[in-house]
């Protein structure tokens, strides 16, 4: 494919409400990362997977967060009993492989009301 | 302290000025250095990636790293306003390279 692919591009829902983001790596990279971006600041890293393994879960902010990766292809992050807090921009990347320069996509744009 | 520090700016200069953009981390393990450019609305997209110490330079664009001052720079020359956005600055340690460390970005805009 042509670059990373974030689906949706931005999603509205109301607090307490589970959400689920996709992601579609560029083909091939076996490496995959997500972030979250709070308006006016930096990237804050959640979870790596290589592979379909996720190595370092490390940056999950809470039990409420989970992700995973299938056929070493498309990720889905995924936020229970969504929080006001969770408001941000969801980013993934994808790299051909662990330490290799990281590609993002556009971004989810999830808004808790 | 943050492990990577990145003045947010906003940072004002008249379009072909040099641009000078910077960042401090304090941890001495960091040996892989990148900058990301972010336009509104859009994921970062990686401008330059250097390993360990040194400069590189691609077109109007040439990074520094001064590992000894735990400093890096980003030179834009003949700036235009395409140039105009948020500059990312990034850095791993070749321990956990998959983890990479983000400053918070400086926005930067370019004055016709």
């Known amino acids: 494919g042509a670059g990373v692919s974030q689906s949706p591009s931005n999603k509205v829902t109301e607090k307490g409400k589970d959400v689920e983001l996709r992601c579609d790596p560029i083909?091939?990279?076996?490496?995959l990362y997500w972030y979250r971006q709070r308006l006016g600041q930096g990237l804050e890293f959640l979870i790596y997977?290589?592979?379909?393994?996720?190595?370092?879960k490390s940056g999950l902010p809470s039990d409420r967060f989970s992700a995973e990766r299938t056929g070493e292809s498309v990720s889905t992050l995924t936020i229970q009993r969504t929080q006001q807090e969770d408001s941000a921009v969801y980013l993934c990347?994808?790299?051909?492989?662990?330490?290799?320069?990281?590609?993002f996509g556009d971004g989810t744009r999830l808004s808790i009301l | 302290q943050k492990e990577v520090e990145q003045d947010p700016g906003p940072l004002s200069v008249p379009e072909g000025a040099i641009v000078s953009l910077n960042c401090t981390y304090s941890n001495s393990a960091f040996q892989y250095f990148m900058w990301y450019r972010q336009y509104s609305r859009k994921g970062p997209e990686l401008l330059m990636y250097?390993?360990?110490?040194g400069n590189k330079e691609d077109g109007r664009f040439t990074a520094q790293v001064d590992k000894s001052s735990k400093y890096i720079s980003l030179f834009i020359r003949d700036s235009q306003p395409s140039d105009s956005a948020t500059y990312l600055c990034?850095?791993?340690?070749?321990?956990?390279?998959?983890?990479?460390?983000f400053g918070s970005g400086t926005r930067l805009s370019i004055r016709p």
């Open positions: 990034a850095m791993s340690a070749l321990s956990s390279a998959s983890k990479i460390i």
């Open positions: 083909s091939g990279h076996t490496a």
């Open positions: 990347a994808s790299s051909l492989s662990s330490g290799q320069p990281q590609h």
């Open positions: 997977f290589q592979g379909n393994s996720a190595p370092d």
């Open positions: 250097t390993y360990s110490s």
